[in-house]
């Protein structure tokens, strides 16, 4: 949380982008709607592989010595799974056995086994837990949001576990209406109910009544986390075809990593192995044949090859270990706190800080935060439960590497306390604070509830999402949409649990409303003078309110007014002339 996106002018041409593996579309109206990764897969199947006969060999090797040159083909894969461009090694030489007759056969001598081929034979008993995921999905219209989208579907990948559960990725069900799962080798496809979506994490877990679904399958059991440079297997159901797929690669690197689809910053395996749309949900298996991640996105980018990105098991455990703890997936807590690094040493000395005491600085604290009242702006944290922070806000991971300190945040678990040592005033002082998860001004996520809506003489109130946003101006929101609106979602923080930010999203065109047809996403800041606090709060005061006229005190100085009586009146002829069967939405009627 320490650091600041930057906005711009939206550039032509994006250099990177990361992106979760938006799941193989099965409806063909709707393939164009992911956008899907263009490196190509390193696919391999161990009933694909071929070996050369004794003769074929033989007679390449005495017909065709070992070019200087690099041949065609796919390059040479060395021990640890990467492709290799370098020189063929020179052939040893064929051993000579006589055959009955006499005759001399020239026979080739063992060829060494990659370590990938070993990686991929030992998953082998492991890859008939990997299922391959069906999904129809029917997204809510945000811009319209009486009404829902055409439902579309797609497939995916996910892996049996124990307790007769499976693990996918939870952009794999969103906005579910149906999810069904096929076996390895079946033709049946059988109704899987969900269990719980994690959405900050990405990942989902279902299940399936019937018991013939779970016959003759073992669960996939689960590793440590890996070292860099060991060895992985992602398996699933990517595109290019209907069975199933293996691809391998190393860990490339292991830090805190932004999750696409959950908005938030965990801790993430880089690999080399190429994951492509469909893999999303896929097990990732070390050289034990044990889960060792989650595939579940890519890195897009013109100099860049076969980075895609895993959920390391920390991450799923605390995902499957919070809905056991809890019935139900309650998310990842934060600390609440925007911080500062405190590298520079003009600054340490200003805040009161010792040589030998590092720590970041606290910019501001989330009001909704259970530690507003503890912590102050300023205070120095010098350790999160008994582990010193460094200047730059990393803390020791394992032998020779460092990673963020919102690690040790996201280890703990919605409820949970930790001590945290602050320097205030040249003063150590110590508090325990209970975590919480984040409330956010505009929410990343709607939890797959439907939009809230509110009608009055053709207006639409709304609340501000990111889903909205995306649907009003697209996937390049964060350049497009109106500064005031961008702001707000990058720096804006909750007063309270309850707050939204409501927006007159468009006005429904209707005598009564002459003249105000133009305002599109203005921000709603007051009815009659009246701080405006949430949606159902407006719709409150707009239904019980007795003066004569509507005031509505909008952005940029911009007023609306209204007629009370003949606002409420045109109200019924609007929502009839455009079919709308409520001028609100269900959650504010209760």
Known sequence: MGETRKRGRKPKAPASTTE???????????????????????????ANDSVPTAAAAAKNDANNPAPARRGRGRPRKSEVGHMEDTEPH????????????????????????????????RVMPAMDAVVKVFCVHTEPNYSLPWQRKRQYSSSSSGFIIGGKRVLTNAHSVEHYTQVKLKKRGSDTKYLAT???????????????????????VSPVEFGDLPALQDAVTVVGYPIGGDTISVTSGVVSRIEILSYVHGSTELLGLQIDAAINSGNSGGPAFNDKGNCVGIAFQSLKHEDAENIGYVIPTPVIMHFIQDYEKNGAYTGFPI??????KMENPDLRLAMGMKSDQKGVRIRRIEPTAPESHLLKPSDVILSFDGVK??????????????????????QKYTGDTALVKVLRDSKILEFDIKLATHKRLIPAHTSGTPPSYFIIAGFVFTAVTVPYLRSEYGKDYEFDAPVKLLDKHLHAMAESTDEQLLVISQVLVADINIGYEDIVNTQVLAFNGKPVKNLKSLANMVDNC???????????QQIVVLHAKAAKAATLDILTTHRISSAMSGDLKT
């Open 194 to 216: 969900v269990l719980a979506i994690g959405t900050e994490c990405d990942i989902a877990m279902l299940t399936v009544s019937d018991d013939e679904f779970w016959e003759g």
């Open 20 to 46: 979760t593996m938006d799941f193989q579309y099965t409806s063909a109206s709707n393939a164009t709607q992911t956008d899907y990764v263009a490196a190509q897969n390193d696919v391999f199947s161990a």
């Open 546 to 556: 007795n003066d004569e006229y509507l005031r509505f005190d909008l952005e940029y």
């Open 90 to 121: 020179a052939a040893a030489s064929p051993e000579r056995r006589p055959y009955q007759n006499g005759a001399v056969v020239l026979e080739p001598p063992p060829q060494p086994v990659a370590k990938w081929e070993s990686v991929a034979a």
């Open 335 to 340: 600390l609440g706190v925007e911080w500062q």
């Open 389 to 410: 922070v460094a200047n730059d806000g990393t803390v020791p991971f394992r032998h020779g590497e460092r990673i963020g300190f919102s690690y040790l945040v996201s």
